[in-house]
């Protein structure tokens, strides 16, 4: 059973910045695609930023330039630096895999509990 732990919200004022780390276990073999989803209150979800296995990266218009993902396949880890962060990037920030062979935008299968991003000015 895949198992994703997030870690690293917090509140940050603008312009400030954290680093959003996902645990990943359960799986044989990693996905094609892994990434972060957030939820702000009262709003729907929105897809943030995806890498692939091999590295390429899709991110959400709201946040290019200022985001960043990574991932340590050794340690089954994946990254979101997130920088310059403003009042409207304040939401609930889930990890989340996309099926084996799979990485349409929203495509996510799993995700985890997710880690609070508080941004205030």
Not at 12 to 29: D, F, I, M, T
Not at 62 to 72: L, N, Y
Not at 89 to 114: I, L
């Amino acid at each position: 059973q895949v198992t994703l732990v997030e870690s690293g919200g917090g509140s940050v004022e603008v312009g400030g910045s954290l680093r959003l780390s996902c645990a990943a276990s359960g799986y044989s073999l990693r996905p094609l695609c892994m990434g972060w989803f957030r939820q702000p209150p009262t709003k729907g979800r929105e897809e943030v930023a995806v890498i692939a296995r091999g590295g390429s990266t899709r991110y959400a218009d709201s946040v290019k330039g200022r985001f960043t993902i990574s991932q340590d396949n050794a340690r089954n880890t994946l990254y979101l630096q997130m920088d310059s962060l403003q009042p409207e990037d304040t939401a609930m920030y889930y990890c989340a895999t996309w099926p084996m062979h799979e990485c349409s935008r929203d495509g996510y299968n799993y995700w985890g509990q997710g880690t609070q991003v508080t941004v205030s000015s």
